[in-house]
């Protein structure tokens, strides 16, 4: 089905900025639930940012609300995650997730990693000095 790919990972200072995006190919995300996650070793897969189908509602873990956001395109296929003002605790392999089934339609609680069937290959964000 749906096969997502992450971009615009890479190395920044502290308070900087780094923009991802993910596209996704073979299946249409306009009526999935998209969200972005994000894991460092040794931790579980952490929620960051979600989406649903039409952008109205998202949803954000608390650490990153207010420097983090997260909009969609539709059209092109594509998700992506503002990250302003980062902190070397954001430091993580962020991956790009994809939900079909509904399951976490309303964004009613925070995702869970269990929540989403598709996934990107994660890309890499290194906040330091």
């Known amino acids: 089905q749906a096969q997502l790919v992450e971009s615009g990972g890479g190395s920044v200072q502290p308070g900087g900025s780094l923009r991802l995006s993910c596209a996704a190919s073979g299946r249409p995300i306009s009526r999935a639930t998209m969200a972005w996650f994000r894991q460092v070793p040794a931790k579980e897969r952490e929620f960051v940012a979600a989406?649903?189908?039409?952008?109205?509602?998202?949803r954000y873990e608390d650490s990153v609300t207010g420097r983090f956001t997260i909009y969609r395109d539709n059209a092109k296929n594509t998700v992506a995650l503002q990250m302003n003002s980062l902190k070397p605790e954001d430091t993580a392999v962020y991956y790009c997730?994809?939900?079909?089934?509904?399951?976490?339609?309303?964004?009613?609680?925070?995702?869970?990693?269990?929540?989403?069937?598709?996934w990107g290959q994660g890309t890499q964000v290194t906040v330091s000095s």
């Open positions: 997730a994809a939900d079909f089934r509904a399951g976490i339609w309303a964004l009613t609680r925070a995702p869970k990693a269990s929540d989403y069937e598709h």
């Open positions: 989406i649903i189908w039409t952008g109205a509602t998202t």
